[in-house]
């Protein structure tokens, strides 16, 4: 440290020596106005001089008639010409001391981030699965540059974490739309943890059976239609001075290779080690027992490079390096660790992107959608006197109109992960990265300095930047304390969200044909009901044991239904929400809600119809169930619960209050 402030000392005093010499010759000195230097004269020039004294010496008459009429310069000029030849190579000697020109200088800025991360967008862009791990140094505080890089890259399958840093109750805090996410966070003490985020298009269940007590590591295995399943392990070793390592850590690790290899399976096995592979002597036998299993070391660029040092401790293992491929080491700014990233190759699968099916309303004209729908005969709705019927004419003009004025259209979903980073903050981080880049590339202590002020610089803005939105975010929900409230749930999340998995154990094998998966989930929706009646203490026992005395005199009542008015319908049209979902029939409830006018006679016709007879339209009665991960294992349908999506018109039918449309007689 006492050496770079000598250097920073150094610098300064040549660069004021630069200036020095630069406006010493500013001004010219005087010169003789008598002094005539033309003829057949030689003259030395002092440049300390104010007075030029002229020494000549004679010397051979030019033979050219034109050399003759040769004549020098005014003594003024010659002095400053003199004078700008030595100031110049002066300055340029001071620069190149001050060891501060770069030898292709130019501005540091967004401009040229595509080299940042260009090798993690090559990567996104190959075909296969996937794979990235990072040594992230706490998952909390880096997960706004993770969320960055994701939505910048076009799509990763696996990023493995190491060094998550996270607690039990810290898991809701990190979840990522559009991936599941695995925690194990380290039981001894703070700090270490392994994470993975596995994007929902993947197929995989977790292998808790590989998993051991005193290593932290997670495993999965990836199952694709028609082809042998994948295992895929995500490891954190602490270092050999950590009181975090297991004393017994070599065999433990021996045992659980043991049990991957007896699965005779590919395997893949990221993460950080703390061990070595630039130095051939360190952890010699940790080394020896990865090989022993078959294991190839795939990265060959040093992973966490200091001012100090290099050393390659994030690896990636196959047994298989044949079905690997675009193998990179990929600076990317997150921790002084290196990111490393890998494709497997797939032959025969393609992942499909996230998509839904949702209404297209940048066309749609309420005003004109209403018109529209007026223009159409409602006649036979009327004239019916068969629910399903009239429901069917009904039915077939509100899918005619809303499908031309909001058409259904399928949509990728890529959610943006981190609305508050602004543009400029974004630029801001790919200039941290580029300091970061030179720093490693120069080693000096100057622009390693640069990096870090920068880096101090884009925390600041991030955390300035997230509390102005969750601040504007709360104020536009200020009347409405429901939007409070999600707001809230939104901001500061309490629970995990986890989508289903792809892959469930069904009578001990592993399914993933989405069909099947499908009809499992019905079959077991369907037959709970049963087997909760079945261990529900039985009604006939429970009348037999308390006997009641029933008066057979009292006369029973008659119930039954009045009709609803119009005006009944039209208030339960208009209180739909607009946001809430579709059931089957895909009708939106703002759409409703807007033509509310103009079929709340029909539809008061078409209730009043299914009061009469007894009767429900079919398409009423049936729901879109999804099922909802409750906790455990995620691969198993007995951890879900199901979550029933009506028709928007069941809704309808469900507000009308039978206390204001029933008697008894």
Known sequence: MADGHVFKALRYWIILLYFYVCFSGALLPKTNPDLDISGDTLLFISHGLTTVKIQHFNHRSPSSQHAKNLQLPNSRLLLLGCRFTINSSLSLLLIR???????????????????????????????????????????????????????????IDIISLSETHLSDSEEAQVQLDGYTFINRPRKTGKGGG??????????????????RDGIECIWIEIL???????????????????????????????????????????CILTGDINCNYLVSSDNKELKAMLLSFGLKQLIKDPTRVTQDSKTLLDVIYTNRPQNVYSVKTIPAGLSDHDMIGCVRKLHNHKFQPRTITCRNYANYDPISFCNDLRSNSLTPVFKSSCVNEAWSFLKAILKKCIDKHAPAIKKRIKGKLCPW????????????????????????????????????????MVKNCKSRYHRELLEETVGSPNKFWSAIKKLYPTKSTKEPGAAFLVNGAVET?????????????????????????PLCNFVWKRPLTIDTQQPLENFEFRSVSDKVVFNALKSLKRNKSSGLDNFPSGMLKDSADIIAKPLTHIINLSLA?????????????????????????????????????????????????????
Request: aromatic letters at 6%.
């Open 224 to 266: 694709f239609p028609k082809s042998k399943g994948i295992l895929i392990g995500f490891i954190y070793r602490p270092p050999s001075s950590s009181k975090h390592l297991c004393a017994d850590f070599e065999n433990k690790l021996e045992s659980m290779l043991s049990a991957v290899s007896s699965k005779n399976k590919e």
């Open 613 to 665: 007879t007894g009767s429900i339209p079919t398409d009423w009665k049936a729901a879109k169930i999804v099922p909802l991960f409750k906790s455990g294992s995620m691969a198993e349908i007995d951890n879900y619960r199901p979550i029933s999506i009506l028709p928007s018109m069941s809704k309808i039918l469900e507000k009308v209050d039978p206390k204001d449309n029933s008697v008894t007689h």
């Open 97 to 155: 001391l001050a060891n501060d020109v770069e030898l292709q200088p130019g501005p540091v800025g967004s401009s040229s981030s595509h080299d940042i991360l260009s090798d993690l967008r090559d990567l996104s862009t190959k075909n296969g699965l996937k794979i990235i791990h990072q040594n992230i140094r706490g998952l909390v505080a880096n997960k706004d540059s993770l969320c960055q890089m994701i939505d910048d890259s076009k799509h």
């Open 421 to 460: 980073l602004t543009q400029k903050v974004k630029q801001e981080m790919n200039t941290k990265d580029q300091l970061l880049r030179k720093a490693r590339k120069t080693n000096r202590e100057i622009d390693w300095s640069s990096y870090k002020r920068q880096r101090n610089k884009v925390n600041g």
């Open 513 to 537: 044909d989405k069909e099947v998966i499908a009809n499992l989930f019905c079959k077991f929706f369907t037959d709970v009901a049963g087997s909760l009646k079945r261990k529900i203490f």
């Open 194 to 211: 392994v994470g993975v985020y596995i994007s929902s298009s993947v197929p995989f269940h977790r292998r808790l059976d590989l998993e």
